[in-house]
């Protein structure tokens, strides 16, 4: 693994990679420990934004619970010196009142990074028309 910062600068791709891995073995605590303490973590869903490290692992916790056997997929990244937007589909099952439902979602991570290296915020934006469509089709 690469250095998540060095003395001159920040390496976002290597922290990106780590965060990555911690979301693929769905591990919320690898996650938090990610963020910084007053990290900002929104999925724009019509909730608040979960607010502090805190937060932010029972926000993945509840994210887990939800979707599950949850898997992203990566359609494209962008990243910059303090920042990546990442292009993702996730699939996963949820409950419906028919049972569980398959449900595939293209996303966009917006994430701004801390100058220690961590991650300050996280907007997630998730089409939630696919939600809707696979969980009223079954």
Known sequence: MTALT???????????ETYALAWARHDPAAIAALHTQDSVFHTHIGMPPAV?????LAACEEIFSTYHDFQATTTRLHVGA??????WQ?????QSLEGPQPISIDCVDVVC??????????DVYMDLGHVTAALSAG
Do not use: F, I, Y
């Open 90 to 94: 996730m699939t996963a099952q949820m």
């Open 6 to 16: 060095t003395p001159d600068r920040l390496n976002a791709q290597a922290l990106q």
């Open 82 to 87: 303090d920042h990546w937007v990442l292009e």
């Open 52 to 56: 502090g490290r805190a937060a932010v």
């Open 113 to 122: 990074l801390s100058p220690e290296g961590l991650v300050d915020r996280k």
